[in-house]
């Protein structure tokens, strides 16, 4: 949560760091500051919400600072106010900080003893009094730094400025992603790419104890123990346009669009129909670590879970493995059996969201072979995971996740044949079947997204509800619970995901005229279940709409509005169901008036657990 940037060169920062923190704001948009040099002196301008008011607070008045650091909030410590807004200034230091410090409240009791005031409710404000404590008595700029963290439990990812050190920049990572931009001339500090991609593509991505220090030529890393690690530079190969809005309304918009080529993307290079054929770059080398593996134990959460839930289905069906798909924020709460004869697979968009990250410390610890399916390169979770699959989607900004789903369960899929394939338990013809039908889903989606202007409709209708029920049996039974998140996180209406087959078992009870039932009604083994389902909803005034197959009469003749999909192999459908959910759920928030890129109180990558 939180995104912080920070710019060192020739140009004018401001523009910079605001540009920046507008495409950081998906992971936070409480409360947003900035901290640029006027003349010498730090100048620090905040404001509550969005960064387009920081923006208003610089339309008058002309600082043409060369260097400065910015923020957007994400609030943990201290409710969304100007007073907990960062930076966070102290005798001529100013800080951003994206994580928690956890000891704070002790330290801020010991600074307090020495006579320091604060001025506000957060963690991150001891910050700047340590460091501007330690300079006072002294030390240089990093060593002021590195004595400050020494005393700090938790994560974080921080940029500094010092009053009296104007053309240095610090920064430091512990737990909480940051990455450094080299310029031309120019250096950046960034919570993620997309906020640096106009300026540079050439990125190093810090590890957890690096401390640095940035001056317009050179960058200066430490570890805590005064070790100079080598840190190697990465070229990013994400291009600056597919960080913009393109032309659609809303980013979820544009990246529901964007699924045939990022459906693509995740199978480029991956696939040969003519050697009936799966290669997934890395994985080949450690092959030994998941042929063993007895047990596979799918870790996530929110999206990714649901992406995880349907990629158990593969396992189970290619595999003959004992699956497990398993929320990660709860994982580590139990007492999970799972040791090096399981196969531990992560799945996140970000690469940071702190549970899967924990889940995976755990694992390994445990002596699991890891696996992560991510989409952002050089994240937290791909850096410490074994062997990480890429999904290659391109940046997801929408707070809601849409293309990161369908791209993870390719990348599942994939990740299963293979397996499968070294198993010995699907053979190279029906190998080539399956890559056969992969390479025809792009095209398919295209055709699921030609659904939309009737989709807008259903939209209208249904948009006055307040609850909603979605019910899906096997494969379809995550996407139900997709569906429904999609609904609730963008248009604020309460909606449950449900296995069709409890709907007896209570849910059931909430059926009248006012409860919208989405039921998903392709074919394989629960289809002729799931309509039994849709006459019980039926026969209590349900309003049932029904996502089915082209030409699936019997089920469109007895509900209220249908959604027909094309039809694919039973394990791919999932990627075709999803694409009229996401724009029902897009369409009905449009029309509520919600924010849609980023609702409220949520958070792209939530970075604390
Ligand atoms: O980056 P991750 O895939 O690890 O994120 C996991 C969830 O936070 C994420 O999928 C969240 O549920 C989305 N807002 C759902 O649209």
Known sequence: MCGIIGYLGEREAIPILIEGLKRLEYRGYDSAGIA?????????????????????????????????????????????????????????????????IENYLTLKNELKSRGHHFSSETDTEIISHLIAENLQAGLKPLEALRKALAKVEGSYALAVLIESHPDILLAARNQ???????????????????????????????????????????????????????????????????????????FM??????????????????????????????????????????RIYLVACGTSYHAGLVGRYYFERFCLLPSEAELASEFRHRNPIIGPETLMILISQSGETADTLKALREGKAKGCPTLAICNVLGSSISRMA??????????????????????????????????????????????????QELLKIPQLIKKCLGLDPEIQMIARKFSGFQNFLYLGRGINYPLALEG??????????????????????????????????????THGEGRDKIRSNIE????????????????????????????????????????????????????IAVIRGTNIDQPRNLAKSVTVE
Not at 62 to 74: E, L
Not at 397 to 408: D, L
Not at 492 to 513: N, S, T, V
């Open 176 to 250: 909480s992603p940051l990455i450094l931009g080299l310029g031309n001339g120019e250096m950046f500090v960034a919570s993620d790419s997309p906020a640096i991609l106009p300026y540079t593509r050439q990125v190093i991505f810090l590890e957890d104890g690096d401390l640095v220090q940035i001056t317009q030529s050179q960058i200066k890393i430490e570890t805590q123990s005064g070790a100079s690690p080598s840190r190697p530079i990465h070229t990013i190969s994400w291009d600056d346009s597919q960080a913009e809005k393109g032309g659609y309304k809303h």
């Open 36 to 100: 640029v040099f006027d003349h010498d002196r730090i100048e620090v301008k905040r404001c509550m919400g969005k960064v387009s008011g920081l923006e208003n607070l610089f339309k008058t008045g002309r600082n043409s600072a060369s260097v400065g650091i910015g923020h957007t909030r994400w609030a943990t410590h201290g409710r969304p106010s100007e007073e907990n807004a960062h930076p966070h200034t102290y005798e001529g230091v100013a800080v951003v900080h994206n994580g928690i």
């Open 386 to 435: 074994d062997f990480t699959l890429y999904t290659h989607a391109g940046p997801e900004i929408g707070v809601a996740s849409t293309k990161a789903f369908s791209t993870q369960i390719i990348a599942l899929y994939l990740t299963a044949l293979a397996l499968a394939r070294d198993r010995s338990l699907v053979s190279p013809a029906g190998t080539k079947d399956k890559i």
């Open 253 to 294: 918009l544009k990246e529901i669009f964007e699924q045939p080529q990022a459906v693509a993307d995740t199978l480029r290079g991956r696939i040969s129909v003519e050697q009936g054929d799966v290669f997934l770059e890395g994985l080949e080398d450690r092959r030994e670590n998941f042929l063993s593996a007895k």
């Open 484 to 521: 429904a998140l999609k609904l609730k996180e963008i248009s604020y209406i309460h909606a449950e995901g449900y296995p069709a087959g409890e709907m007896k078992h209570g849910p059931i009870a909430l059926i009248d005229r006012e409860m919208p039932v989405l039921a998903l009604a």
């Open 536 to 587: 019980e909803a039926r026969a209590r005034c349900g309003r049932v709409i029904a996502l089915v197959n082209e030409g699936d009469e019997e089920i469109a003749e007895r509900v209220e509005e249908t959604i027909a999909v094309p039809r694919t192999q039973e394990e791919l459908q999932p990627i075709l169901n999803i694409i009229p959910l996401q724009l029902l759920a897009y369409h």
